[in-house]
Protein backbone atom coordinates (compact mmCIF):
# COMPACT_ATOMS: atom_id res chain seq x y z
CA UNK A 1 0.00 0.00 0.00
CA UNK A 2 2.67 2.66 1.10
CA UNK A 3 5.08 1.09 -2.44
CA UNK A 4 1.69 2.16 -4.26
CA UNK A 5 1.17 5.76 -2.96
CA UNK A 6 4.79 6.20 -2.92
CA UNK A 7 4.79 5.62 -7.12
CA UNK A 8 1.37 7.14 -7.33
CA UNK A 9 3.46 9.96 -5.52
CA UNK A 10 6.32 10.24 -7.77
CA UNK A 11 4.09 10.03 -11.21
CA UNK A 12 2.32 13.09 -9.93
CA UNK A 13 5.34 14.57 -8.80
CA UNK A 14 6.95 13.57 -12.29
CA UNK A 15 3.54 14.48 -14.70
CA UNK A 16 3.96 18.02 -12.57
CA UNK A 17 7.32 18.70 -14.00
CA UNK A 18 6.53 17.38 -17.16
CA UNK A 19 3.36 19.05 -18.23
CA UNK A 20 4.61 22.71 -17.61
CA UNK A 21 7.11 21.96 -20.23
CA UNK A 22 4.88 20.50 -22.58
CA UNK A 23 2.61 22.82 -22.41
CA UNK A 24 5.20 25.92 -23.03
CA UNK A 25 7.25 24.05 -25.68
CA UNK A 26 5.15 25.44 -28.66
CA UNK A 27 5.65 28.93 -27.58
CA UNK A 28 9.35 27.79 -27.05
CA UNK A 29 9.41 26.97 -30.44
CA UNK A 30 7.97 29.43 -31.76
CA UNK A 31 10.02 31.08 -34.47
CA UNK A 32 12.32 28.75 -34.62
CA UNK A 33 14.08 27.11 -37.76
CA UNK A 34 15.31 23.67 -36.59
CA UNK A 35 18.37 21.64 -39.06
CA UNK A 36 21.00 19.59 -39.00
CA UNK A 37 24.42 19.32 -40.14
CA UNK A 38 26.21 16.19 -40.86
CA UNK A 39 29.98 15.95 -41.04
CA UNK A 40 30.42 13.14 -43.29
CA UNK A 41 34.02 12.88 -42.58
CA UNK A 42 32.64 12.09 -39.09
CA UNK A 43 30.33 8.82 -40.30
CA UNK A 44 31.85 5.56 -40.04
CA UNK A 45 28.57 3.58 -40.73
CA UNK A 46 27.50 1.94 -37.58
CA UNK A 47 24.26 2.64 -37.85
CA UNK A 48 23.58 3.38 -34.50
CA UNK A 49 21.48 6.25 -36.10
CA UNK A 50 19.23 4.26 -37.96
CA UNK A 51 18.97 2.02 -34.88
CA UNK A 52 18.00 4.39 -32.61
CA UNK A 53 15.58 6.18 -35.04
CA UNK A 54 13.80 2.08 -35.52
CA UNK A 55 13.56 1.97 -31.82
CA UNK A 56 12.35 5.55 -31.44
CA UNK A 57 9.35 5.39 -33.70
CA UNK A 58 8.43 2.10 -34.24
CA UNK A 59 9.62 1.77 -37.77
CA UNK A 60 8.26 -1.07 -39.63
CA UNK A 61 10.62 -3.32 -40.67
CA UNK A 62 11.81 -3.06 -44.15
CA UNK A 63 11.17 0.76 -43.88
CA UNK A 64 13.90 3.53 -42.51
CA UNK A 65 13.82 6.83 -41.37
CA UNK A 66 16.87 7.23 -41.86
CA UNK A 67 19.42 5.41 -43.77
CA UNK A 68 23.55 5.63 -44.91
CA UNK A 69 23.79 5.42 -48.56
CA UNK A 70 27.80 3.57 -49.06
CA UNK A 71 29.91 4.57 -51.78
CA UNK A 72 33.28 3.43 -52.94
CA UNK A 73 34.98 6.31 -54.54
CA UNK A 74 37.70 5.03 -57.81
CA UNK A 75 40.62 4.74 -55.19
CA UNK A 76 38.91 2.18 -52.60
CA UNK A 77 37.98 4.74 -50.64
CA UNK A 78 34.77 4.42 -48.56
CA UNK A 79 31.88 7.27 -47.90
CA UNK A 80 28.88 6.83 -45.52
CA UNK A 81 26.40 9.14 -46.11
CA UNK A 82 23.39 9.46 -43.63
CA UNK A 83 20.14 10.40 -45.13
CA UNK A 84 16.55 11.05 -44.10
CA UNK A 85 13.72 13.73 -44.60
CA UNK A 86 15.24 17.40 -44.84
CA UNK A 87 12.50 18.87 -43.64
CA UNK A 88 13.01 21.52 -47.02
CA UNK A 89 11.98 25.04 -46.75
CA UNK A 90 9.68 24.61 -49.70
CA UNK A 91 8.75 20.99 -49.28
CA UNK A 92 7.61 19.29 -52.83
CA UNK A 93 5.78 16.97 -50.74
CA UNK A 94 3.29 19.13 -49.35
CA UNK A 95 0.96 20.71 -52.30
CA UNK A 96 0.46 17.10 -53.29
CA UNK A 97 -1.26 15.84 -50.48
CA UNK A 98 -4.63 16.26 -51.49
CA UNK A 99 -6.44 16.40 -47.79
CA UNK A 100 -3.33 18.90 -46.51
CA UNK A 101 -2.25 15.52 -44.38
CA UNK A 102 1.53 16.64 -44.89
CA UNK A 103 2.22 20.20 -43.52
CA UNK A 104 4.95 22.66 -42.16
CA UNK A 105 5.12 23.80 -38.47
CA UNK A 106 5.91 27.26 -37.67
CA UNK A 107 9.80 25.71 -36.69
CA UNK A 108 9.93 24.22 -40.08
CA UNK A 109 9.43 20.37 -39.58
CA UNK A 110 7.55 18.84 -42.02
CA UNK A 111 4.85 16.46 -40.67
CA UNK A 112 1.86 14.12 -41.41
CA UNK A 113 -1.39 14.10 -39.33
CA UNK A 114 -2.55 10.58 -39.28
CA UNK A 115 -5.74 11.19 -39.08
CA UNK A 116 -5.98 12.81 -42.40
CA UNK A 117 -3.20 10.89 -44.20
CA UNK A 118 -5.47 9.17 -46.77
CA UNK A 119 -2.15 7.03 -47.78
CA UNK A 120 -2.64 8.06 -51.46
CA UNK A 121 1.20 8.18 -51.54
CA UNK A 122 1.34 11.29 -53.96
CA UNK A 123 4.22 12.50 -51.23
CA UNK A 124 5.82 9.63 -51.51
CA UNK A 125 6.94 10.43 -55.38
CA UNK A 126 6.46 13.67 -54.42
CA UNK A 127 10.18 13.82 -52.12
CA UNK A 128 12.73 14.11 -54.48
CA UNK A 129 15.11 12.20 -51.39
CA UNK A 130 13.27 8.77 -51.23
CA UNK A 131 12.65 10.24 -47.72
CA UNK A 132 9.26 9.06 -47.35
CA UNK A 133 6.99 5.26 -47.22
CA UNK A 134 3.67 4.02 -46.36
CA UNK A 135 3.78 2.44 -43.18
CA UNK A 136 2.32 -0.80 -43.79
CA UNK A 137 1.14 -0.95 -40.32
CA UNK A 138 -0.58 2.17 -40.45
CA UNK A 139 -1.62 2.61 -43.79
CA UNK A 140 -0.10 6.67 -44.03
CA UNK A 141 2.70 7.82 -44.81
CA UNK A 142 6.20 7.90 -42.18
CA UNK A 143 8.87 10.07 -42.11
CA UNK A 144 11.44 11.33 -39.88
CA UNK A 145 9.75 13.66 -37.80
CA UNK A 146 13.66 15.26 -36.22
CA UNK A 147 11.76 13.57 -33.72
CA UNK A 148 8.57 15.89 -32.74
CA UNK A 149 8.13 14.38 -29.25
CA UNK A 150 11.51 14.34 -28.21
CA UNK A 151 11.78 17.91 -28.94
CA UNK A 152 9.02 18.85 -26.94
CA UNK A 153 10.37 17.36 -23.97
CA UNK A 154 13.69 19.11 -24.63
CA UNK A 155 15.80 16.43 -25.61
CA UNK A 156 17.69 16.25 -29.33
CA UNK A 157 16.49 13.75 -31.84
CA UNK A 158 17.23 9.71 -31.46
CA UNK A 159 19.48 9.67 -33.87
CA UNK A 160 21.29 12.89 -33.02
CA UNK A 161 22.07 11.49 -29.16
CA UNK A 162 22.92 7.61 -30.47
CA UNK A 163 25.69 8.92 -33.06
CA UNK A 164 29.24 8.21 -31.25
CA UNK A 165 31.27 10.26 -33.08
CA UNK A 166 29.15 13.05 -33.13
CA UNK A 167 28.49 13.42 -36.97
CA UNK A 168 25.26 14.64 -36.52
CA UNK A 169 24.69 18.12 -35.11
CA UNK A 170 21.06 19.49 -34.50
CA UNK A 171 19.73 23.01 -33.36
CA UNK A 172 18.03 26.12 -34.24
CA UNK A 173 19.98 27.25 -37.27
CA UNK A 174 19.48 30.87 -36.46
CA UNK A 175 20.03 31.23 -32.97
CA UNK A 176 23.87 31.23 -31.69
CA UNK A 177 24.68 27.23 -31.23
CA UNK A 178 27.13 24.54 -32.93
CA UNK A 179 24.86 23.54 -35.69
CA UNK A 180 24.61 27.41 -36.54
CA UNK A 181 28.51 28.17 -36.17
CA UNK A 182 29.50 25.51 -38.80
CA UNK A 183 27.31 26.37 -40.78
CA UNK A 184 27.93 29.84 -41.12
CA UNK A 185 31.79 29.07 -40.96
CA UNK A 186 32.45 25.95 -42.96
CA UNK A 187 31.41 24.90 -46.69
CA UNK A 188 28.09 22.97 -45.90
CA UNK A 189 26.05 21.17 -49.14
CA UNK A 190 22.86 20.24 -49.08
CA UNK A 191 21.25 17.35 -51.20
CA UNK A 192 19.83 18.15 -54.68
CA UNK A 193 19.99 21.80 -54.53
CA UNK A 194 18.73 21.83 -58.17
CA UNK A 195 14.90 21.20 -56.75
CA UNK A 196 14.70 23.82 -55.48
CA UNK A 197 13.23 22.22 -52.31
CA UNK A 198 15.83 24.37 -49.97
CA UNK A 199 16.79 21.29 -47.66
CA UNK A 200 17.34 22.48 -43.94
CA UNK A 201 19.66 18.80 -43.73
CA UNK A 202 23.28 20.76 -44.41
CA UNK A 203 26.66 18.89 -44.78
CA UNK A 204 30.06 19.14 -45.20
CA UNK A 205 32.47 16.51 -46.84
CA UNK A 206 29.64 15.51 -48.86
CA UNK A 207 31.37 13.63 -52.33
CA UNK A 208 30.47 15.41 -55.35
CA UNK A 209 28.98 11.80 -56.88
CA UNK A 210 26.15 12.23 -54.52
CA UNK A 211 24.23 14.79 -56.11
CA UNK A 212 24.79 13.68 -59.48
CA UNK B 1 35.09 0.98 -59.90
CA UNK B 2 32.81 3.56 -58.48
CA UNK B 3 29.78 2.09 -56.45
CA UNK B 4 26.96 3.43 -54.99
CA UNK B 5 24.36 1.88 -52.53
CA UNK B 6 20.67 3.65 -52.31
CA UNK B 7 19.30 1.38 -49.51
CA UNK B 8 16.12 3.77 -49.04
CA UNK B 9 15.28 3.89 -52.29
CA UNK B 10 15.92 -0.41 -53.58
CA UNK B 11 13.99 -0.81 -50.41
CA UNK B 12 10.88 1.10 -52.13
CA UNK B 13 8.27 -1.09 -53.60
CA UNK B 14 5.68 -0.76 -56.69
CA UNK B 15 3.83 2.45 -54.94
CA UNK B 16 0.83 2.88 -57.40
CA UNK B 17 -0.54 -0.40 -58.98
CA UNK B 18 -1.41 -1.53 -62.02
CA UNK B 19 -5.13 -0.80 -60.78
CA UNK B 20 -4.39 2.71 -61.80
CA UNK B 21 -3.94 1.79 -64.66
CA UNK B 22 -7.80 1.22 -65.18
CA UNK B 23 -8.29 4.40 -64.18
CA UNK B 24 -6.07 6.15 -66.73
CA UNK B 25 -8.14 4.34 -69.38
CA UNK B 26 -11.11 5.11 -67.40
CA UNK B 27 -10.35 8.37 -68.03
CA UNK B 28 -11.46 7.97 -71.78
CA UNK B 29 -14.95 8.38 -70.48
CA UNK B 30 -13.79 12.45 -70.31
CA UNK B 31 -12.67 12.07 -73.73
CA UNK B 32 -16.09 10.64 -74.60
CA UNK B 33 -18.33 13.42 -73.17
CA UNK B 34 -15.90 15.88 -74.61
CA UNK B 35 -16.55 14.69 -78.15
CA UNK B 36 -20.60 14.76 -77.70
CA UNK B 37 -20.22 18.29 -76.45
CA UNK B 38 -18.45 19.29 -79.48
CA UNK B 39 -20.90 17.28 -81.72
CA UNK B 40 -23.79 18.63 -79.78
CA UNK B 41 -22.39 22.50 -80.34
CA UNK B 42 -21.22 21.63 -83.73
CA UNK B 43 -24.67 20.30 -85.29
CA UNK B 44 -22.30 16.86 -86.51
CA UNK B 45 -22.05 13.26 -85.37
CA UNK B 46 -25.98 13.70 -83.72
CA UNK B 47 -26.73 9.93 -84.05
CA UNK B 48 -23.66 8.92 -82.09
CA UNK B 49 -24.13 11.80 -79.57
CA UNK B 50 -26.33 9.54 -77.33
CA UNK B 51 -24.50 6.43 -77.21
CA UNK B 52 -21.04 9.00 -76.64
CA UNK B 53 -22.63 10.09 -73.48
CA UNK B 54 -24.03 7.31 -72.32
CA UNK B 55 -20.69 5.38 -72.63
CA UNK B 56 -18.65 8.39 -71.44
CA UNK B 57 -21.06 8.98 -68.14
CA UNK B 58 -20.78 5.25 -67.81
CA UNK B 59 -17.14 5.34 -67.50
CA UNK B 60 -16.32 8.60 -66.41
CA UNK B 61 -18.59 7.82 -63.17
CA UNK B 62 -16.01 5.14 -62.14
CA UNK B 63 -13.33 6.79 -62.62
CA UNK B 64 -11.88 7.32 -59.11
CA UNK B 65 -12.56 3.42 -58.24
CA UNK B 66 -9.06 3.19 -59.36
CA UNK B 67 -7.48 5.06 -57.03
CA UNK B 68 -9.86 4.37 -54.49
CA UNK B 69 -9.03 0.70 -54.66
CA UNK B 70 -4.95 1.53 -54.30
CA UNK B 71 -5.51 3.95 -51.37
CA UNK B 72 -3.82 2.68 -48.46
CA UNK B 73 -6.48 4.27 -45.87
CA UNK B 74 -9.60 3.92 -48.56
CA UNK B 75 -12.11 4.09 -45.62
CA UNK B 76 -10.75 7.94 -45.40
CA UNK B 77 -11.26 8.71 -49.00
CA UNK B 78 -14.25 11.10 -48.22
CA UNK B 79 -11.73 13.28 -46.41
CA UNK B 80 -10.44 14.27 -50.61
CA UNK B 81 -14.36 16.10 -50.46
CA UNK B 82 -14.59 17.08 -47.37
CA UNK B 83 -10.94 18.56 -46.62
CA UNK B 84 -9.37 19.24 -49.82
CA UNK B 85 -5.75 20.80 -50.34
CA UNK B 86 -7.35 23.47 -52.79
CA UNK B 87 -5.90 26.41 -51.74
CA UNK B 88 -2.32 27.75 -50.07
CA UNK B 89 -1.70 28.21 -46.42
CA UNK B 90 1.47 28.62 -44.67
CA UNK B 91 1.12 25.47 -43.07
CA UNK B 92 -0.21 23.86 -46.61
CA UNK B 93 1.59 25.47 -49.05
CA UNK B 94 1.09 24.93 -52.93
CA UNK B 95 -2.55 23.06 -54.00
CA UNK B 96 -2.64 19.55 -54.82
CA UNK B 97 -4.00 18.54 -58.20
CA UNK B 98 -5.61 15.28 -56.98
CA UNK B 99 -7.79 17.46 -54.58
CA UNK B 100 -8.51 19.78 -57.59
CA UNK B 101 -9.34 16.69 -60.05
CA UNK B 102 -11.62 15.06 -57.07
CA UNK B 103 -13.58 18.44 -57.63
CA UNK B 104 -13.56 19.15 -60.88
CA UNK B 105 -14.61 15.30 -61.27
CA UNK B 106 -17.76 15.92 -58.50
CA UNK B 107 -18.52 19.32 -61.09
CA UNK B 108 -18.11 17.94 -64.33
CA UNK B 109 -20.31 14.33 -63.40
CA UNK B 110 -22.89 16.44 -62.30
CA UNK B 111 -22.66 18.67 -65.38
CA UNK B 112 -22.44 15.57 -68.01
CA UNK B 113 -25.32 13.97 -65.98
CA UNK B 114 -27.78 17.82 -66.72
CA UNK B 115 -26.48 17.52 -70.29
CA UNK B 116 -27.30 14.31 -70.76
CA UNK B 117 -31.32 14.80 -69.04
CA UNK B 118 -31.48 17.42 -71.01
CA UNK B 119 -30.14 16.35 -74.17
CA UNK B 120 -32.20 12.53 -73.86
CA UNK B 121 -35.61 14.81 -72.81
CA UNK B 122 -37.26 14.49 -76.17
CA UNK B 123 -35.46 11.56 -77.34
CA UNK B 124 -37.11 9.99 -74.64
CA UNK B 125 -40.59 11.37 -75.40
CA UNK B 126 -40.07 10.33 -79.07
CA UNK B 127 -39.32 6.85 -77.71
CA UNK B 128 -42.07 6.42 -75.11
CA UNK B 129 -44.05 7.15 -78.42
CA UNK B 130 -43.16 3.41 -79.41
CA UNK B 131 -42.49 1.74 -75.88
CA UNK B 132 -44.56 -0.46 -73.58
CA UNK B 133 -44.64 -1.62 -70.45
CA UNK B 134 -42.05 -0.20 -67.50
CA UNK B 135 -39.42 0.91 -70.48
CA UNK B 136 -42.58 3.20 -71.07
CA UNK B 137 -42.40 4.95 -68.00
CA UNK B 138 -39.34 5.03 -67.66
CA UNK B 139 -38.91 7.21 -71.04
CA UNK B 140 -41.71 9.34 -70.01
CA UNK B 141 -40.32 10.24 -66.68
CA UNK B 142 -37.01 11.53 -68.23
CA UNK B 143 -38.49 13.09 -71.00
CA UNK B 144 -38.73 15.55 -67.92
CA UNK B 145 -42.13 16.46 -70.05
CA UNK B 146 -40.58 18.21 -72.96
CA UNK B 147 -43.26 16.45 -75.80
CA UNK B 148 -42.28 18.85 -78.44
CA UNK B 149 -39.65 20.14 -80.77
CA UNK B 150 -40.69 23.87 -79.69
CA UNK B 151 -40.01 23.05 -75.80
CA UNK B 152 -37.03 20.77 -77.00
CA UNK B 153 -35.60 23.86 -78.68
CA UNK B 154 -35.73 25.86 -75.26
CA UNK B 155 -34.46 23.32 -73.61
CA UNK B 156 -30.85 22.63 -76.64
CA UNK B 157 -29.91 26.36 -75.36
CA UNK B 158 -29.69 25.23 -71.85
CA UNK B 159 -27.40 22.30 -73.01
CA UNK B 160 -25.75 24.03 -75.57
CA UNK B 161 -24.46 25.93 -72.32
CA UNK B 162 -24.08 23.29 -70.10
CA UNK B 163 -21.78 21.60 -72.60
CA UNK B 164 -19.93 23.88 -72.60
CA UNK B 165 -19.24 24.76 -69.00
CA UNK B 166 -18.26 20.90 -69.42
CA UNK B 167 -15.36 21.04 -71.48
CA UNK B 168 -12.95 22.82 -69.46
CA UNK B 169 -13.48 20.14 -66.42
CA UNK B 170 -13.52 17.14 -68.78
CA UNK B 171 -10.52 18.58 -70.77
CA UNK B 172 -8.47 18.51 -67.17
CA UNK B 173 -9.34 15.41 -66.88
CA UNK B 174 -8.01 14.07 -70.03
CA UNK B 175 -4.15 15.11 -69.32
CA UNK B 176 -4.67 13.99 -65.79
CA UNK B 177 -2.52 12.16 -64.57
CA UNK B 178 0.05 13.15 -66.91
CA UNK B 179 0.02 16.74 -65.26
CA UNK B 180 0.30 14.82 -61.63
CA UNK B 181 3.17 12.89 -63.07
CA UNK B 182 4.90 15.34 -64.38
CA UNK B 183 4.31 18.40 -61.89
CA UNK B 184 3.96 16.49 -58.21
CA UNK B 185 5.90 14.19 -58.15
CA UNK B 186 10.00 13.73 -58.62
CA UNK B 187 10.30 10.30 -60.84
CA UNK B 188 12.92 10.87 -63.41
CA UNK B 189 11.37 9.71 -66.14
CA UNK B 190 8.13 11.34 -65.44
CA UNK B 191 10.21 14.86 -65.24
CA UNK B 192 11.93 14.40 -67.98
CA UNK B 193 8.85 13.34 -69.78
CA UNK B 194 8.17 17.00 -71.81
CA UNK B 195 5.34 15.20 -74.28
CA UNK B 196 3.64 13.59 -71.45
CA UNK B 197 0.38 15.71 -71.25
CA UNK B 198 -0.37 16.31 -74.83
CA UNK B 199 0.55 12.28 -75.65
CA UNK B 200 -1.57 11.45 -72.76
CA UNK B 201 -5.12 13.69 -74.04
CA UNK B 202 -4.30 12.18 -77.45
CA UNK B 203 -4.43 8.80 -76.25
CA UNK B 204 -7.13 8.72 -74.25
CA UNK B 205 -8.91 10.01 -77.67
CA UNK B 206 -7.47 6.49 -79.21
CA UNK B 207 -9.04 5.07 -76.36
CA UNK B 208 -12.49 6.53 -76.52
CA UNK B 209 -13.06 6.62 -79.99
CA UNK B 210 -11.63 2.75 -80.15
CA UNK B 211 -13.92 1.83 -77.10
CA UNK B 212 -16.88 3.70 -79.13
CA UNK B 213 -16.41 1.90 -82.07
CA UNK B 214 -16.25 -1.16 -80.71
CA UNK B 215 -19.38 -0.42 -78.44
CA UNK B 216 -20.93 0.78 -81.94
CA UNK B 217 -20.14 -1.95 -83.59
CA UNK B 218 -21.67 -4.77 -81.29
CA UNK B 219 -24.83 -2.95 -80.68
CA UNK B 220 -25.45 -2.23 -84.35
CA UNK B 221 -24.10 -5.04 -86.56
CA UNK B 222 -24.99 -5.73 -90.07
CA UNK B 223 -26.91 -1.84 -89.70
CA UNK B 224 -23.58 0.57 -89.55
CA UNK B 225 -23.98 4.06 -90.28
CA UNK B 226 -21.29 5.89 -92.74
CA UNK B 227 -22.41 9.12 -91.03
CA UNK B 228 -21.18 8.00 -87.76
CA UNK B 229 -18.98 5.71 -87.97
CA UNK B 230 -16.58 7.78 -91.02
CA UNK B 231 -16.11 10.47 -88.52
CA UNK B 232 -15.06 8.57 -85.66
CA UNK B 233 -12.69 6.62 -87.73
CA UNK B 234 -11.01 10.06 -88.55
CA UNK B 235 -10.70 10.80 -85.05
CA UNK B 236 -9.29 7.51 -84.15
CA UNK B 237 -6.59 7.66 -87.54
CA UNK B 238 -5.67 11.26 -86.08
CA UNK B 239 -5.22 10.80 -82.65
CA UNK B 240 -3.66 7.12 -83.32
CA UNK B 241 -0.69 8.59 -85.42
CA UNK B 242 -0.40 11.36 -83.45
CA UNK B 243 0.42 8.97 -80.04
CA UNK B 244 2.65 7.07 -82.38
CA UNK B 245 4.88 10.65 -83.61
CA UNK B 246 4.77 11.84 -80.34
CA UNK B 247 6.02 8.75 -78.95
CA UNK B 248 8.75 8.55 -81.35
CA UNK B 249 9.48 12.22 -80.63
CA UNK B 250 9.75 11.68 -77.34
CA UNK B 251 12.48 9.36 -77.83
CA UNK B 252 14.42 11.49 -80.21
CA UNK B 253 14.27 14.06 -77.26
CA UNK B 254 15.50 11.50 -74.70
CA UNK B 255 18.19 10.77 -77.21
CA UNK B 256 19.79 14.19 -77.65
CA UNK B 257 19.10 15.62 -74.31
CA UNK B 258 21.81 14.03 -72.13
CA UNK B 259 23.41 10.40 -72.38
CA UNK B 260 22.60 10.23 -68.55
CA UNK B 261 19.00 10.64 -69.87
CA UNK B 262 19.08 8.45 -72.48
CA UNK B 263 20.66 5.75 -70.30
CA UNK B 264 17.91 5.95 -67.59
CA UNK B 265 14.95 5.58 -70.38
CA UNK B 266 16.32 2.62 -71.67
CA UNK B 267 14.22 0.15 -70.31
CA UNK B 268 11.01 2.03 -71.32
CA UNK B 269 11.96 2.11 -74.97
CA UNK B 270 11.20 -1.47 -76.02
CA UNK B 271 7.41 -1.11 -75.04
CA UNK B 272 7.78 2.33 -77.07
CA UNK B 273 8.28 0.42 -80.19
CA UNK B 274 5.64 -1.42 -79.36
CA UNK B 275 3.50 1.25 -79.20
CA UNK B 276 4.42 3.13 -82.12
CA UNK B 277 3.62 -0.17 -84.28
CA UNK B 278 0.56 -0.77 -82.71
CA UNK B 279 -0.81 2.54 -83.33
CA UNK B 280 0.46 2.96 -86.48
CA UNK B 281 -1.47 -0.56 -87.48
CA UNK B 282 -4.32 1.45 -86.23
CA UNK B 283 -3.98 4.08 -88.39
CA UNK B 284 -3.87 1.98 -91.31
CA UNK B 285 -6.49 -0.14 -90.28
CA UNK B 286 -8.53 2.72 -89.54
CA UNK B 287 -8.05 3.93 -93.24
CA UNK B 288 -9.14 0.56 -94.39
CA UNK B 289 -12.40 0.72 -92.23
CA UNK B 290 -13.72 3.62 -93.58
CA UNK B 291 -14.00 1.74 -96.63
CA UNK B 292 -14.18 -1.85 -95.13
CA UNK B 293 -16.47 -1.45 -92.18
CA UNK B 294 -15.75 -5.27 -91.11
CA UNK B 295 -12.21 -4.26 -90.02
CA UNK B 296 -13.58 -1.94 -87.28
CA UNK B 297 -13.25 -4.67 -84.41
CA UNK B 298 -9.68 -5.08 -85.29
CA UNK B 299 -9.16 -1.21 -85.07
CA UNK B 300 -10.25 -1.23 -81.76
CA UNK B 301 -8.42 -3.85 -80.81
CA UNK B 302 -5.05 -3.55 -82.19
CA UNK B 303 -5.45 0.42 -80.86
CA UNK B 304 -6.57 -0.78 -77.03
CA UNK B 305 -3.44 -3.52 -77.37
CA UNK B 306 -1.48 -0.02 -78.40
CA UNK B 307 -2.59 1.90 -75.29
CA UNK B 308 -2.61 -0.81 -72.52
CA UNK B 309 0.79 -1.14 -73.78
CA UNK B 310 1.54 2.76 -73.46
CA UNK B 311 -0.06 3.24 -70.16
CA UNK B 312 1.92 0.31 -68.64
CA UNK B 313 5.26 1.52 -69.98
CA UNK B 314 3.94 4.99 -68.85
CA UNK B 315 2.49 3.66 -65.45
CA UNK B 316 4.45 1.16 -64.28
CA UNK B 317 7.53 0.87 -65.66
CA UNK B 318 8.38 4.50 -65.41
CA UNK B 319 8.04 4.05 -61.91
CA UNK B 320 10.50 1.22 -61.62
CA UNK B 321 13.22 3.93 -62.38
CA UNK B 322 14.24 4.58 -59.15
CA UNK B 323 14.25 8.46 -57.96
CA UNK B 324 18.22 8.63 -58.92
CA UNK B 325 17.95 7.62 -62.20
CA UNK B 326 20.33 4.97 -61.73
CA UNK B 327 18.50 1.57 -61.75
CA UNK B 328 15.54 -0.19 -62.49
CA UNK B 329 14.02 -2.74 -60.19
CA UNK B 330 11.38 -5.82 -60.76
CA UNK B 331 7.84 -5.31 -60.63
CA UNK B 332 6.43 -6.78 -57.25
CA UNK B 333 2.62 -7.12 -58.51
CA UNK B 334 0.58 -9.15 -55.62
CA UNK B 335 -1.76 -11.79 -56.84
CA UNK B 336 -4.80 -10.91 -58.34
CA UNK B 337 -4.05 -8.12 -59.90
CA UNK B 338 -5.14 -8.55 -63.16
CA UNK B 339 -8.99 -8.82 -61.48
CA UNK B 340 -8.51 -6.20 -59.47
CA UNK B 341 -7.25 -3.70 -62.71
CA UNK B 342 -10.40 -5.33 -64.82
CA UNK B 343 -12.84 -4.40 -62.01
CA UNK B 344 -13.27 -0.63 -62.22
CA UNK B 345 -13.47 -1.70 -65.98
CA UNK B 346 -16.49 -4.08 -65.61
CA UNK B 347 -18.25 -1.26 -63.19
CA UNK B 348 -17.75 0.99 -66.03
CA UNK B 349 -19.41 -1.16 -68.28
CA UNK B 350 -22.05 -2.35 -66.18
CA UNK B 351 -23.08 1.16 -65.64
CA UNK B 352 -22.87 1.97 -69.04
CA UNK B 353 -25.52 -1.31 -69.43
CA UNK B 354 -27.89 0.00 -66.66
CA UNK B 355 -27.63 3.54 -68.44
CA UNK B 356 -28.55 2.10 -72.23
CA UNK B 357 -31.63 -0.06 -70.11
CA UNK B 358 -32.77 3.88 -68.50
CA UNK B 359 -32.36 5.82 -71.65
CA UNK B 360 -33.25 5.62 -75.43
CA UNK B 361 -29.41 5.34 -77.44
CA UNK B 362 -31.11 5.28 -80.89
CA UNK B 363 -32.11 9.04 -82.52
CA UNK B 364 -35.43 9.15 -83.70
CA UNK B 365 -36.73 12.47 -85.80
CA UNK B 366 -40.12 13.43 -84.99
CA UNK B 367 -42.96 11.27 -85.98
CA UNK B 368 -40.60 8.46 -87.30
Known amino acids: ?89 DPPCVPPCPTGATYKTADGLVLVNDELCIGCGACVKGCPYGARYINPVKGVADKCTFCDHRLRAGLLPACVEACPTGARVFGPLHEDNELSKIVRSRPVQVLKPHTGAEPQIYYTSLPDEVNR | MLEYYFPNEAAEPLLWHPVLFAYTLLV ?27 LGIGFFAVVLAGPLADLRSPHKAPLIFTHPHLAPTPTNPGISLTAFQATAW ?96 ADTFVVATALFMLVYFIWRYGGLERDVVVPVLKI ?60 IPAVSLVAMAGTFTNKWNIIVNAQLISKTGLAFFEAELGGGWLLETAAPLALGVAVFVLLSILFPLEVRESGK
Open chain 1, 1 to 89: MVETTRRGFLGIVSALAVLPALSAAPDMREGKRYAMLIEVDKCYGCMACVIACAAENNVPLGSFRTWIEHLVKPDGTRVFIPKQCNHCD
Open chain 2, 236 to 295: HAAGSLSVAALTGLQMAIWWTWSPATAEMVKPLIPLMYVVIGLLLLSFFLSLVAIRYQAT
Open chain 2, 106 to 201: LIALILSIIFALLTFSYYSHQASLTSVGLRKSLYQAFSLGVTSAEKYGAVEKVAKAVAVLMLPFLTLWGVYPATLFIMQTWNPAWRSWALLPVTYF
Open chain 2, 28 to 54: SGADLLILAALAYLSGSLRKAIPLMTM
